[in-house]
């Protein structure tokens, strides 16, 4: 065999293992990742946990809503510090978001993967998404994040 046929057959080789490699890697060029399901855990009656699990799914997440009088005891068990509570809890890839943290944050947080035990919106802040008031009118609120020891810090901070 000549030396060109010999560089044509590991040229040729070489590209099978990398089509073979592209095509069984989950994480291919051009495939879309798919999005971490959010259980979310909620009052039967509160109707505005009901509109931030809409909001979710309007940013693509896949959201499944559990009505539960058990709320409280869910967010002990996930070590949701009883500043930072709201009325809802939501379990995502090893994370608790509390209350109405928006899409964006909650993407954020599940692109970066930082060391924390979850994000929180304290309260229920007029503005925030299932919260939005009559005419628009927003408070600013902050999403605060939070380890597994009750530190906390600011993760992002809307309408200011």
């Known amino acids: 065999m000549t030396k060109a046929g010999i560089e044509d057959d590991m040229i040729r080789t070489l590209m099978l293992v990398l089509a073979a490699l592209l095509l069984a890697h989950p994480t291919r060029v051009g495939a879309e990742q798919p999005r971490s399901v959010i259980e979310v855990y909620k009052s039967p009656t509160c109707g505005c946990c009901s509109k931030w699990v ?4 309007a940013h693509g ?3 499944r809503a559990t009505d539960t009088a058990a709320v409280d005891e ?5 070590g949701v510090p009883r500043a930072l509570r709201s009325c809802h809890t939501a379990l995502v890839s090893g994370y608790v978001i509390e209350g109405h943290v928006p899409a964006s944050d909650v993407e954020r ?7 924390l035990a979850g994000l929180a919106v304290p309260g ?3 503005g925030s998404p299932g919260m939005e008031g009559p005419g628009g ?3 600013p609120y902050d999403v605060i994040a939070f380890d597994e020891d009750g530190r ?3 993760f992002a ?3 200011r």
């Open 152 to 154: 906390s810090h600011t």
């Open 124 to 126: 229920m802040p007029i």
């Open 109 to 115: 947080l599940l692109r970066e993967r930082p060391a």
């Open 54 to 57: 809409e909001h979710l799914r």
């Open 137 to 139: 009118k927003t408070e």
């Open 61 to 63: 997440f896949t959201v």
């Open 157 to 159: 901070m809307h309408g």
């Open 74 to 78: 869910l967010k002990a068990k996930h």
